[in-house]
């Protein structure tokens, strides 16, 4: 019996997939036809889901863990199974990766929650982009220099145990920040965009400990108006360098950043985004308005793969660390295995010798993580209004309608229906909701949160602009 080589059986398998892509090309034309009849625009005429109108597609990522749906979805194939052909491409920065969207140059991307809501609402660059899926939940942290860590130390002795208690609030900060900003030298934090999680996070946190992170004016897009500490964009995998060479003395980050800094021993993580806020949203897959109208179906395939993904993900134990060795691969993270499992498999490393359980501290899944809520869009505006990016006051209602003009939870619902039905997910794991989850009290500064009425939330603050 003749023996199959490896480069035949390759070579098989790669003509098989061709011939499979040039199936599904000449079918997309006749599922094109297929959806101009009323009625018949997400499914075949027989009943069966239709073919993605654009079955090859191109991802835009940043290095970050919280891609890994992204990652998955490819690697295991179930954006293969959705009749999608996708090319995963690592951007330098959120901004080029939203003007890139844009453009046109990428179908979609990996998203900060924000960014599609500050885009639709004109907060820098002006476009209508939408979302349909939450990637994540938590995932970020926030890490300060090792002098910065002993002078908070210095300021609370109880940190200065082997395992101080959690959560660090900014308090024992402040000292250090008063006598910085007195004598003209105020400390600079990193941050990876004005529209980031991570700035509204980082101003949360400092914030709720009396310090202000400053403002954003007609006359100052850097947000520094008034400003204890200074807040400057940063890339992500160039924060642990910026730290170590002093031109920072701190930054909010996603991970491996964080654990990076413990490894090289240059900064000590004081704590994560989800003890700023328990379970708050972090990214999201986000393509413009354009696309979605044009791709209907293929946004519904896309995002089926997603959610495939992100219950894999938080299934065991053994599929994150597989997760952590696809996205230590260069492409990918191109982080080393052993900082991305830090955080990936359920600890947390906040300092040598403090590595602590924290099976929440990256959510793919659970929780509904997964779901566009509106009530998740509406906190980021609220953030946007409370340090100055959106100038005026504006009514409840207007909250509600924008995070409704961004947030699409009716193609999220179709993917899953259609899941439901092929197996691959439950009934009991998609929310029964409005779009808005129940009133949500689990803040650093203990703030209840009701998305239906933020503008009696953004009264509350002693720091931030009001209604």
């Known amino acids: 019996m003749k023996r199959t080589t490896r480069r035949e059986a390759t070579s098989g398998f ?5 011939s499979r892509r040039r199936f599904l090309q000449a079918a997309t034309g006749t599922a094109a036809i297929v959806a101009g009849v009323p009625g018949l625009s997400l499914r075949r005429a027989w009943g069966a889901p239709a073919l993605p109108e654009k079955p090859d597609l191109k991802l835009g990522f940043i290095k970050l863990t919280d891609c890994a749906p992204l990652v998955i979805a490819k690697e295991r194939r ?13 951007q330098a ?3 080029i990766l939203l003007d890139r969207v844009i453009a046109g140059e990428l179908d979609g991307a990996h998203m900060l929650a924000s960014q599609p809501l500050g885009a639709t609402i004109g907060i820098g660059t002006k476009s209508s982009i939408v979302t349909a899926f939450s990637m994540d939940r938590n995932g970020n942290a926030i890490t300060v220099g090792n002098d910065v860590w002993k002078a908070m130390q210095k300021a609370d002795p109880s940190l200065q145990k082997p395992k101080p208690d959690r959560p660090v609030k900014a308090n024992a900060l402040r000292p250090l920040v008063t006598e910085s900003r007195d004598r003209g030298n105020p400390l600079r934090f990193g941050m990876v965009f004005p529209l980031s999680t991570h700035n509204y996070e980082l101003r949360y946190w400092l914030a709720a400990g009396g310090i202000s992170p400053g403002f954003y004016t007609g006359g100052d897009t850097t947000g520094t108006t008034d400003a ?10 160039q924060m642990p360098a910026t730290l170590e060479q002093g031109t920072i003395q701190g930054y909010c980050v996603g991970e491996p950043w964080n654990q990076q800094a413990v490894f090289r021993g240059i900064g000590v993580p004081v704590i994560t985004d989800g003890e700023i806020w328990r379970n708050n949203p972090e990214k999201v897959f986000g393509v413009t308005r354009a696309w979605n ?16 993904a992100g219950k894999w993900l938080d299934a065991s134990l053994e599929n994150r ?5 696809l996205l230590a691969q260069p492409e990918y993270v191109g982080a080393d295995y052993e900082v991305l499992a830090n955080s990936m498999t359920g600890t947390f490393e906040y300092g040598k010798g403090d590595k602590r359980e924290l099976p929440d501290f990256n959510v793919f899944f659970r929780y509904f993580a997964t779901y566009p809520f509106y009530s998740d869009a509406v ?8 340090w100055g990016q959106i100038p005026e006051a504006h009514p409840d209602a207007w909250y509600d309608e924008t995070a409704r003009a961004v947030y699409l939870p009716s193609v999220y619902r179709t993917a899953a229906a259609e899941l439901v039905e092929e197996g691959h997910l439950t009934d009991d794991e998609l ?33 931030g602009l009001a209604s």
């Open 14 to 18: 790669a003509a098989t997939r061709v």
């Open 78 to 90: 179930y954006f293969e199974d959705e009749g999608l052909y996708v090319t995963l491409e690592a």
């Open 93 to 95: 920065n959120w901004k």
């Open 228 to 237: 204890d500490v200074l807040l400057s964009v940063t890339p992500p995998p």
């Open 293 to 308: 109208e044009a791709n209907p179906r293929t946004h519904v395939a896309i995002v089926k793969a997603l959610l495939r």
């Open 321 to 325: 660390r597989e997760a952590c060795r």
């Open 379 to 386: 906190w980021y505006l609220t953030q946007m209004r409370r």
């Open 431 to 463: 929310p029964e909701t409005d779009g808005y989850a129940a009133p949500d009290a689990h803040f650093i500064d203990g703030v209840t949160y009701d998305g239906r009425t933020p503008n009696a939330y953004l009264e509350k603050f002693p720091i």
